[in-house]
């Protein structure tokens, strides 16, 4: 249970870390890249510990380093993105809005 608390913890923190470093971070709220990467860091401990890697001897990192390693990458896309997508959806209704 552990590695759970731990592994939310580190996972919630390195999704606030990806949205401070993207450059369009003002495009999407603070929660979006730390949720997903929170869901998605959860749902893969749970299936990691289902398939039986939490406590076997020379397997027990998978539960606590690949859940953090799924977390951090799917936030990383989803920033990516959603900073592209509304990027350009903002600057179409923007030029849009212009012409009027």
């Known amino acids: 249970m552990l590695s759970l608390v731990v592994m939310v913890f580190v996972t ?11 450059k369009r971070h003002g ?15 959860a749902l ?3 299936a990691f510990i289902a398939a039986g890697f939490g406590y076997q001897p020379g397997l027990t990192w998978i539960p606590w380093v690949l859940p953090i390693v799924l977390g951090t990458a799917a936030a990383a896309g989803v920033a990516v993105f959603l900073g ?17």
Do not use: C, H, M, Q
Not at 12 to 22: C, K, S
Not at 27 to 41: E, M
Not at 84 to 100: G, H, P, V
């Open 12 to 22: 919630v923190a390195t999704g606030f870390l990806v949205w401070a470093n993207d």
């Open 44 to 46: 893969s401990w749970i």
């Open 84 to 100: 592209r997508t509304r990027t350009l959806r903002d600057t179409e209704a923007l030029t849009k809005a212009l012409r009027l």
């Open 27 to 41: 495009k999407y709220g603070i929660a979006v890249p730390a949720g997903v990467s929170l869901g998605v860091g």
